[in-house]
């Protein structure tokens, strides 16, 4: 399961980090590594972007985006 | 204070060159960090300077050069420091062409060559994740001193750090900063000076020191980030006792959590953003209109008391039919651009521009831009010139090329006293929002524009790259007023002196080619019509028939080319508004528009006449600095040539061709 079918409000595990690879690698420096619990907070308007929390921050991720994160 | 450098990339012998104690190589400290952690903040107490701090990621994005301000100096013979501001960047391995000015500027400046030493800014509320940047700077060998802002932020969570563990781990001297106050700033500067002492007598080679790292393998990432989030649960020390768990602590994060749940509402969060973005153009109008008659009224009394004071004397008439009434023509509008900044500023200030881009996100990739087009083209009606840097923080070159496209179509704010004595003219007896209303309209159609050459440049740009959003939101801040007014004074002051010469210029051609060579003729609309202006006038005059214009309409689009705003000061010279005994320039130059006729009889300035000259001020790119701009941001001259072309022909055949139709239509 990846970070963009996931429901609201949840609190997950990354496994890990899978596609292309510019995006994974800038999802890394964002702070999304293996063992770290993320979190949906919501969705923008039209489904898109979602709106993650990490280590207390909160990034907006296209749905592409999310779907590099697996849990 | 300080030397602003334009690019990165592409220039750099333009910063000034500090002396340097030893050798005879310049010295820097650059300030790096992620975005948004409050560097350019820091660069400003550091310098004196006032350089553009925004709540968004990705406000800075070109690096400027300042010398540290006297006030921080422990004696008047110490040294001043050379101080670098850089563009927020995630990494030392840049994605985007901001985050690549930032790792040239500080590995490979023409100038300074590696930065002798760099002050790491990591914001205290995402300590673990800002860390990352201050361990690559380590490891590339860079001589570091950390700086950690927002202890104001960390107060609020009853929270602070343990500075001697934190600076024990890293091996670097760290101090805390709160950037609203300023405190922590002075120590800094110290603990930087006694770092370039130390390398100055330690003798330790620097240059063979420092090398670009290769980008960091997914363990090495993986390791170094796992060390810093230990590291900064580590060093936070709860201060007094935690609040218990059925306390509800309000802090900026919860309050920041709040409201995102109704700004980005998938109902209220686009109803919202769209009466904000209504209220903000449509503002412009009536809540200007106050003090746009305090400006008119005393520059025409003004005037009126040059003439007095020596009627028969070609000076004076210059003075007054010249230069003042130009100058007043342009700056009875200053008050609108002022509320334009304002508002631009409260987004800015407040973190609602990243929540602007979030929402836009999605109806902006269907044309083929992205969320972080947003911010580019809201500047864009402003000013285009920094509106495209700003794209710089876009990382796919084709969602780049199509915003700096869609940039020169928002009506930036040189566009705005034409559109005013426009819309003032089609709605000279009615009520001011009836002109709000129109503007917002152009303000919309403007986009509409923008969206159609986009989609049409789109299909002929063969460039398929990958295009990221990841955006960070950063958290609310509430704008403090006195400093909003200030920085839109500051920008509304800038703005006056950009246009000031090119209006002055044009005020003495146009005033001297519409005055002589028959000066001494007292009928003065025989005077005009003997001028050399109207000479040379009638030669260009079939170029501006079809669009309903005359020579005289002429004369003012020509000039308009040396700055937008010059259109309404020729007009003003052209169409003598001193000789009238009226109170107020403004009115007398809307009622000798009303009366002007075309060389068939007819009135000049029409319903068709005037939404053609709109029509073409919304499309033609008139610009000179920005068609330079777009040369350099685009990387490519037959991008920006196309541009300039295409927009200006484009712009005056849709004006010819809603002109004509209009006529066809029956509307004058
Ligand atoms: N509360 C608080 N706010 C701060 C502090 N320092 C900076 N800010 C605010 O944080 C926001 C970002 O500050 P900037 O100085 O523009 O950040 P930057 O690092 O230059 O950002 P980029 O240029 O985008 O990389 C602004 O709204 C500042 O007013 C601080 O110490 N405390
Ligand atoms: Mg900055």
Redesign the interface.
């Known amino acids: 399961m990846t970070l963009a079918e996931i429901s609201k409000e949840s609190e997950r595990v990354i496994k890990r980090l899978e596609g292309?690879e510019?995006?994974v690698?800038?999802?890394?420096?964002?702070?999304f590594?293996?063992?770290?619990s993320v979190r949906v907070?919501?969705?923008?308007?039209?489904?898109?972007?979602i709106?993650v929390e990490i280590?207390?921050?909160?990034?907006?991720?296209?749905k592409d985006?999310a779907s590099c994160v697996h849990l | 204070m300080r030397t602003s450098v334009t690019d990165g990339a592409l220039l750099g012998g333009s910063a000034s060159r500090p002396s340097s104690p030893i050798g005879t190589e310049a010295i820097v400290v650059a300030l790096v960090g992620s975005p948004n952690c409050g560097k350019t903040t820091l660069f400003n107490w550091l310098t004196g300077a006032r350089s553009k701090t925004v709540n968004y990621p990705g406000s800075t994005v070109d690096y400027s050069v300042g010398q540290t301000h006297p006030r921080l100096h422990a004696s008047e013979t110490e040294e001043s420091i050379t101080i670098m501001d850089t563009p927020g960047t995630?990494?030392l391995?840049p994605?985007s062409p901001d985050e690549k000015v930032t790792s040239e500027a500080i590995f490979v400046h023409p100038t300074f060559g590696a930065a002798r030493l760099v002050i790491s800014v990591v914001d205290a509320?995402?300590l673990?994740?800002h860390l990352?940047v201050t361990k690559q700077l380590i490891k590339a060998g860079f001589h570091v001193v950390l700086a950690v802002t927002m202890r104001d932020l960390l107060r609020e969570h009853d929270e602070d750090l343990d500075v001697a563990v934190l600076s024990r781990e890293l091996g670097v001297p760290v101090v805390l900063i709160d950037g609203r106050l300023g405190s922590g700033v002075k120590e800094l500067l110290a603990a930087a000076r006694v770092e370039l002492g130390r390398i100055a007598s330690g003798g330790i080679n620097q240059k063979s020191a420092v090398r670009q790292l290769s980008?960091w393998s997914?363990e090495e990432?993986?390791t170094v980030?796992?060390e810093v989030?230990r590291l900064s649960d580590r060093v936070r020390v709860a201060l007094d006792k935690r609040p218990g768990d059925s306390e509800e602590l309000k802090t900026a994060?919860s309050r920041?959590?709040s409201l995102?749940?109704v700004l980005?509402?998938?109902?209220w969060?686009?109803t919202i953003f769209l009466g904000l973005m209504a209220t903000l153009f449509s503002s412009i109008f009536w809540l200007a209109q106050p003090m746009m008659d305090f400006v008119d009224r005393s520059l025409s009394g003004l005037a009126d008391l040059v003439l007095a004071w020596a009627p028969e004397s070609l000076l004076a008439q210059f003075v007054s039919g010249g230069v003042i009434a130009s100058a007043s023509s342009v700056l009875v509008f200053v008050p609108q651009i002022f509320i334009l900044f304002v508002g631009i500023i409260l987004l800015e200030d407040s973190g609602y521009l990243?929540r602007s881009a979030?929402?836009v996100?999605?109806?902006l990739?269907l044309l083929g831009l992205g969320?972080r087009s947003f911010v580019p083209l809201l500047s864009g009606y402003a000013c285009a010139v920094p509106a495209m840097m700003a794209a710089r923080t876009i990382?796919s070159r084709r969602e780049r090329l199509l915003t700096l496209l869609m940039i020169p179509l928002m009506s930036c704010s040189a566009r705005l006293p034409v559109f005013a004595l426009l819309l003032s003219f089609l709605f000279h007896a009615d009520a001011a929002w009836k002109g709000g209303v129109a503007l917002t309209g152009i303000y919309i159609l403007s986009l509409v524009l923008g969206a159609i050459a986009v989609v049409v440049v789109g299909r002929f740009l063969k460039i398929d790259e990958?295009t990221?959003?990841?955006?960070?939101?950063p958290v609310y801040r509430r704008p403090r007023l006195s400093l909003v007014l200030r920085q839109a004074f500051w920008r509304t002051r800038s703005y006056v002196w950009r246009a000031g010469p090119a209006i002055f210029f044009f005020a003495l051609i146009v005033w001297v080619a519409t005055t002589f060579p028959n000066y001494q003729l007292e009928d003065k609309s025989e005077r005009l019509k003997t001028s050399y202006a109207a000479e040379v006038g009638q030669m260009i005059e079939p170029v501006f028939t079809p669009m309903g214009g005359d020579w005289r309409t002429g004369v003012g689009l020509i000039s308009a080319f040396a700055a937008r705003e010059v259109f309404v000061s020729s007009l003003a010279v052209v169409f003598q508004v001193t000789d009238d005994d009226e109170e107020s320039m403004q009115q007398t130059l809307l009622s000798k528009m009303h009366d002007a006729k075309a060389p068939d009889g007819l009135p000049l300035f029409t319903l068709a006449s005037v939404l053609g000259l709109i029509v073409f001020f919304m499309i033609a790119l008139q610009c000179l600095s920005t068609f330079i701009v777009a040369i350099r941001e685009s990387g490519n001259l037959k991008f920006a040539l196309l541009q300039l072309l295409g927009f200006n022909i484009a712009g005056y055949v849709l004006a010819v061709i809603v002109v004509q139709g209009l006529r066809a239509l029956g509307v004058a």
């Open positions: 292309d510019i995006l690698a800038r999802l890394r420096e964002l702070g590594i293996r063992g770290e907070l919501g969705r923008a308007p039209f489904g898109e972007p709106l280590h207390g921050a909160t990034i907006a991720l296209r985006e | 995630y990494s391995d994605k509320t995402h673990s994740r990352l980008p997914e990432i993986e980030l796992r989030i994060r920041t959590r995102d749940r980005l509402h998938p109902l969060g686009l990243a979030t929402l996100d999605k109806p990739s969320g990382n990958r990221f959003f990841m955006l960070e939101l």
